[in-house]
């Protein structure tokens, strides 16, 4: 099993649609828990932790299930300028952080 | 300047040249990274140093030597490349146990 698994994509969705992400990783003990965006050509963003209560912000929320061992990204509303890839990354704990391939996201006028 | 700085933003190579990436971090960082990021491909780790010590090198060709002489400075030395290292080259800083990294801007590396 790979240590970050994601969906590549893409995901073409229209403007204004909820589109949600998910992700699972292999590593049980890890401790924290990102999602970053990287546009085409451009170096990854961190886009907002992930927490075990959830967290939101704005239009995106992230959950994380520790049990099942999977993450995952809502955007609501999605705007023309949330087409992206969107990175999936565990922080093991004493080793660098493990990204995932990314999910690439289109979203169409 | 803020952040991570990388120069060059641009970089074409002959496979016999010589020349060196940089990069700078104002964050007070005390890690590291090199990246490598081929076209439409995921990122690779190439080095990673810990209070200016390589703690790894995840086995990159010789001809990409890192140094670091400083928390605040990387550099990664290139010589006799190959057309098929041609990629971006992203550097990332983070503080030891703290949250996430911090990405520069990426050198683009053409070898030709």
């Known amino acids: 099993r790979k240590e970050v698994e994601q969906d590549p994509g893409p995901f073409n969705v229209p403007e204004g649609a909820t589109v949600a992400f998910n992700c699972t990783y292999s590593?049980?003990?890890?401790?924290?828990f990102f999602w970053y965006r990287q546009d085409c050509r451009k170096e990854p963003k961190l886009l907002m932790s992930?927490?075990?209560s959830g967290n939101e912000d704005g239009r995106f929320t992230a959950q994380l299930n520790r049990a099942s061992q999977y993450i995952s990204l809502l955007i609501r509303d999605s705007k023309l300028s949330d087409s992206a890839t969107y990175l999936c990354?565990?922080?093991?704990?004493?080793?660098?952080?493990?990204f995932g391939k990314g999910t690439r996201l289109s979203v169409i006028a | 300047e803020t952040g991570v700085t990388q120069t060059p933003r641009h970089l074409v190579m002959g496979m016999t040249n010589k020349k060196s990436l940089k990069c700078e971090q104002h964050?007070?960082?005390?890690?590291m990274y090199w990246y490598k990021q081929s076209a439409k491909k995921p990122l690779e780790l190439m080095f990673v140093?810990?209070?200016?010590?390589?703690?790894e090198n995840n086995s990159v060709p010789s001809r990409f030597s890192p140094e670091c002489p400083n928390s605040s400075h990387l550099f990664l030395h290139l010589h006799t490349l190959q057309p098929e290292d041609s990629a971006l080259y992203l550097c990332?800083?983070?503080?030891?146990?703290?949250?996430?990294?911090?990405f520069g801007s990426g050198t683009r590396l053409t070898v030709v």
């Open positions: 590593n049980s003990a890890s401790q924290s």
């Open positions: 140093y810990n209070f200016k010590e390589q703690t």
């Open positions: 990354v565990v922080n093991p704990g004493n080793t660098p952080l493990v």
């Open positions: 992930v927490y075990s």
């Open positions: 990332a800083s983070s503080q030891l146990g703290g949250e996430g990294y911090t």
């Open positions: 964050l007070g960082h005390n890690a």
